[in-house]
């Protein structure tokens, strides 16, 4: 027990036993009436054992004159008058408060969430959201190790096909390119104070924090264009259909050599890539919208509510969520959800990006050139193959040697 926490039990307990009413288990009177409404010993107590605290004692005791008249005459032009009534009706937001400046923000005068959101902002989410990337990465290793290189089970045909135009592969690459950028300095931002700080002291890591931050903010404009054109370009490629469930059945082959399921231009892994892509993509962008215009886009408390008509929290146990979020609640949910999700989106894009590289022999040459030996796409996409070549065989079919 720190030195402060220990304190602040001897307080709460000297005013305990020396209030008139003696000891609380000898008065049997409510606890709180020994303290005037404060808190008690036993709340102290259950906050540092971690238990969920009930703060209507202090949220509901906020007097009766909260008006801006009433503060600005209990306060007085120097601000020497303290009402603790007062304070917990600015804390918890139910004062009526006038300003002068404008903003949604400006009347918030004391903003109560602030170290909650910081202290998992630092704990669970970089704590477990930095186990999810090394455990992806270690996952993909192991599978290295075990499977090898997915490689060709036949004899490279020497002739290519065209996979990908040029403006799909502009798409993808500026899809790719801008997420690259946007994951390595969102991990500056979470993890530069305690990672990069030791490394190259504050002078350097401010100037790197401010360069990533610039980057962060105008690269997502680039991400979001490129999520928009895949989505033009792919969507319709990408609708489940019944040789998806033969794909999944075998694992894609990707677990064993000579196995080869029919996909069309997408197979079933592809597919799933790709939705995931669009929905983290989609709410990555509106939580990062509403980082961009602080203050402008709330979207929590509207989302909250639709769930709680819906009965989804109920449903899995935590009860109604709330609906009546201050401007800087907004924004740190917004902060949280935004990192959550980079987590889980990074996480997909490494196997995504081993499978289009390291992984497989052949891969990457569909996004680099956008041609993939013929033997590659008879084995990967066959019915994607048929289709083409029955089209327009002379067209798709080029007798310069794949590289």
Same mark, same amino acid.
């Given at each position: *027990?720190?030195?402060?926490?220990?304190?602040?039990?001897?307080?709460?307990?000297?005013?305990?036993?020396?209030?008139?009413? !003696? =000891?609380?288990?000898?008065?049997?009177?409510?606890?709180?009436?020994?303290?005037?409404?404060?808190?008690?010993?036993?709340?102290?107590? @259950?906050?540092? /054992?971690?238990?969920?605290?009930?703060?209507?004692?202090?949220?509901?005791?906020?007097? =009766?004159?909260?008006?801006?008249?009433?503060?600005?005459?209990?306060?007085?032009?120097?601000?020497?008058?303290?009402?603790?009534?007062?304070? /917990?009706?600015?804390?918890?937001?139910? #004062?009526?408060?006038?300003?002068?400046?404008?903003?949604? @923000?400006?009347?918030?005068? $004391?903003?109560?969430?602030?170290?909650?959101?910081?202290?998992?902002?630092?704990?669970?989410?970089?704590?477990?959201? !930095?186990?999810?990337?090394?455990? *992806?990465?270690?996952?993909?290793?192991?599978?290295?190790?075990?499977?090898?290189?997915?490689?060709?089970?036949?004899?490279? @045909?020497?002739?290519?096909? *065209? /996979?990908?135009?040029?403006?799909?592969?502009?798409?993808? &690459?500026?899809?790719?390119?801008? +997420?690259?950028?946007?994951?390595?300095?969102?991990?500056?931002?979470?993890?530069?104070?305690?990672?990069? $700080?030791?490394?190259?002291?504050?002078?350097?890591?401010?100037?790197?924090?401010?360069?990533?931050?610039?980057?962060?903010?105008?690269?997502?404009?680039?991400?979001?264009?490129?999520?928009?054109?895949?989505?033009? +370009? &792919?969507?319709?490629?990408?609708?489940?259909?019944?040789?998806?469930?033969? &794909?999944?059945?075998?694992?894609?082959?990707?677990?064993?050599?000579?196995?080869?399921?029919?996909?069309?231009?997408?197979?079933?892994?592809?597919?799933?890539?790709?939705?995931?892509?669009?929905?983290?993509?989609?709410?990555?962008?509106?939580?990062?919208?509403?980082?961009?215009?602080?203050?402008?886009?709330?979207?929590?408390?509207?989302?909250?509510?639709?769930?709680? #008509?819906?009965?989804?929290?109920?449903?899995? !146990?935590?009860?109604?969520?709330? %609906? @009546?979020?201050?401007?800087?609640?907004?924004?740190?949910?917004?902060?949280? &959800?935004?990192?959550?999700?980079?987590?889980?989106? *990074?996480?997909?894009?490494?196997?995504? $990006?081993?499978?289009?590289?390291?992984?497989?022999?052949?891969? +990457?040459?569909?996004?680099? %050139?956008?041609?993939?030996?013929?033997?590659?796409?008879?084995?990967?996409?066959?019915?994607?193959?048929?289709?083409?070549?029955?089209?327009?065989?002379?067209?798709?079919?080029?007798? %310069?040697? #794949?590289?």
């Amino acid at each position: *027990m720190t030195l402060r926490r220990l304190s602040g039990v001897l307080l709460a307990l000297m005013l305990v036993l020396l209030s008139p009413e !003696g =000891s609380l288990a000898q008065s049997g009177v409510d606890s709180r009436a020994t303290t005037g409404g404060a808190q008690t010993l036993e709340d102290i107590l @259950a906050r540092q /054992r971690g238990e969920n605290i009930d703060d209507a004692f202090r949220r509901d005791a906020t007097g =009766s004159d909260s008006t801006a008249a009433g503060i600005a005459e209990q306060l007085g032009t120097l601000g020497g008058a303290s009402d603790p009534e007062l304070w /917990r009706a600015m804390r918890y937001g139910s #004062a009526d408060v006038t300003v002068s400046s404008l903003g949604p @923000a400006a009347g918030v005068l $004391i903003q109560d969430g602030g170290m909650a959101w910081l202290q998992f902002r630092e704990g669970p989410l970089a704590k477990w959201g !930095g186990y999810l990337l090394l455990g *992806m990465l270690g996952v993909l290793v192991l599978f290295y190790a075990l499977r090898g290189k997915i490689r060709l089970d036949g004899e490279a @045909a020497g002739r290519t096909i *065209m /996979r990908f135009n040029a403006i799909e592969r502009f798409a993808h &690459w500026l899809l790719a390119g801008s +997420f690259i950028v946007l994951g390595v300095t969102g991990l500056i931002t979470l993890f530069g104070r305690m990672a990069l $700080i030791p490394l190259f002291g504050k002078d350097a890591f401010s100037t790197i924090a401010i360069a990533g931050k610039w980057l962060h903010n105008n690269v997502a404009w680039a991400f979001m264009l490129g999520l928009v054109l895949v989505t033009v +370009f &792919w969507i319709a490629h990408n609708i489940p259909n019944r040789h998806d469930l033969k &794909w999944l059945a075998v694992g894609g082959g990707l677990f064993t050599k000579g196995v080869h399921p029919p996909a069309k231009k997408f197979n079933a892994g592809q597919k799933i890539i790709f939705w995931s892509v669009l929905v983290l993509g989609v709410s990555i962008s509106l939580s990062g919208l509403s980082l961009l215009f602080p203050f402008e886009l709330p979207m929590f408390a509207v989302t909250f509510e639709k769930l709680n #008509a819906i009965g989804l929290p109920q449903l899995l !146990g935590f009860g109604e969520l709330p %609906t @009546a979020l201050g401007p800087h609640q907004e924004m740190q949910l917004a902060q949280l &959800w935004h990192g959550i999700v980079a987590f889980v989106f *990074m996480a997909i894009i490494i196997a995504h $990006i081993y499978l289009g590289s390291v992984g497989m022999e052949g891969a +990457f040459d569909a996004m680099g %050139t956008g041609e993939v030996d013929v033997q590659w796409a008879k084995e990967h996409h066959g019915l994607w193959y048929d289709e083409v070549t029955q089209k327009d065989a002379n067209l798709t079919i080029s007798e %310069t040697p #794949a590289e």
